[in-house]
């Protein structure tokens, strides 16, 4: 990946991200990695460097409950309070585009 870790902070409808419930914190890192990045979503651990999902409470819900979904992009280990206070932090508003489009 080669590049500095990044924090990325997506406010959605959990019912406006597509597919299977359980499945969408990764359905929304998919989406921002390929839509923003041009690039796949890596939630595979590995020295080189890994994309990791906080998930939020109730995500799979089945009522259109607001969350806020955070991705730790870039990491190579796990980062204390500190060094997460360094890394640059980026907040996205996620809207569906279309009927059954993606975020």
Not at 23 to 33: L, P, Y
Not at 73 to 91: C, R
Request: charged share 20%.
């Amino acid at each position: 990946m080669n590049l500095p870790p990044t924090r990325v902070i997506i406010y959605a409808c959990e019912t406006d991200i597509t597919g299977c419930p359980q499945r969408r914190h990764v359905q929304i890192g998919e989406d921002f990695c390929e839509t923003v990045l041009s690039r796949a979503f890596n939630p595979t651990l590995h020295p080189a460097g890994y994309d990791h999902i906080h998930i939020p409470a109730d995500f799979d819900s089945l009522k259109p409950l607001k969350r806020w979904f955070i991705l730790d992009l870039d990491v190579t280990q796990p980062l204390s309070q500190e060094d997460l206070l360094q890394l640059p932090h980026h907040v996205y508003l996620a809207s569906q585009q279309g009927q059954g489009g993606t975020l």
